[in-house]
């Protein structure tokens, strides 16, 4: 059974940095895609930064490219999300998630394997 566990949330002030971890489990081949999403109060679950394995590409969306860095240890089976730089728009709970499907890695729709998330809060 595929799992996914989201660490590294916290509260910090606008300028901060936090690193969120996702241990992953449950399978022996690696997914093809791998991302981390986030979701505000009253909004849409957004993709955030998201990697293909058989592409060896990354996607960031727009609002986190410069700041934001996602990155895998495949010894350890553990997804990163570095965050540089936050900012009070990047308040949301995160979630990490998975698939090994042929659909694209952008879509959170198309993951069917997600973690509890975590929260990250940034004041200003």
């Known amino acids: 059974q595929v799992q996914l566990v989201e660490s590294g949330g916290g509260s910090v002030q606008a300028g901060g940095s936090l690193r969120l971890s996702c241990a992953a489990s449950?399978?022996?081949?690696?997914?093809?895609?791998m991302g981390w999403f986030r979701q505000a109060p009253g909004k849409e679950r957004e993709g955030v930064a998201t990697?293909?394995?058989?592409?060896?590409?990354?996607y960031y969306a727009d609002s986190v490219k410069g700041r934001f860095t996602i990155s895998r240890d495949n010894a350890k089976n553990t997804l990163f999300l570095q965050m540089n730089n936050l900012k009070p728009e990047d308040t949301a709970q995160y979630y990490c998630a998975a698939h090994w499907g042929p659909s694209t890695c952008e879509r959170y729709s198309n993951y069917p394997y997600w973690g509890q998330g975590t929260q990250v809060t940034v004041s200003s």
């Open positions: 449950g399978y022996i081949y690696s997914p093809r895609c």
């Open positions: 990697f293909s394995t058989d592409r060896g590409s990354t």
